[in-house]
């Protein structure tokens, strides 16, 4: 099993960048498919971005060109650049891990859980 715990969340206005953190404990010497989501009151949980093992990268529409997605393997933690964030953007974010591939668009493909972390962008 891993534990993953977010940070580096919190409030900007428009515009403005925050970087979130993923940090793994546990069984880390095991692969696995990582990803970030996040979900906003009364909204459905959303796939932001996906790491595969391989260390390719994929992004959400609404954040690609805007949002990077990076591991360091050493620190055992995935990292979330935001930059340009736009108040649609505000809800909690949590990343997950997948000991079998995974999909951003069933996150119920995700065995593991972060707490999450909120993200807060005023207009």
């Known amino acids: 099993q891993v534990q993953l715990v977010e940070s580096g969340g919190g409030s900007v206005q428009s515009g403005g960048s925050l970087s979130l953190s993923c940090a793994a404990s546990?069984?880390?010497?095991?692969?696995?498919?990582m990803g970030w989501f996040r979900q906003a009151p009364g909204q459905e949980r959303e796939g932001v971005a996906a790491?595969?093992?391989?260390?390719?990268?994929s992004y959400a529409s609404s954040v690609k060109g805007r949002f990077t997605s990076s591991q360091d393997s050493a620190k055992n933690t995935l990292y979330l650049q935001m930059n340009d964030l736009k108040p649609i953007d505000t809800a909690m974010y949590y990343c997950?891990?997948?000991?079998?591939?995974?999909?951003?668009?069933?996150?119920?493909?995700?065995?593991?859980w972060g707490q999450g972390t909120q993200v807060t962008v005023s207009s």
């Open positions: 997950a891990a997948a000991s079998v591939y995974a999909e951003l668009e069933y996150p119920a493909d995700y065995n593991y």
């Open positions: 546990g069984d880390t010497s095991t692969s696995y498919y």
């Open positions: 790491l595969d093992i391989d260390g390719s990268t």
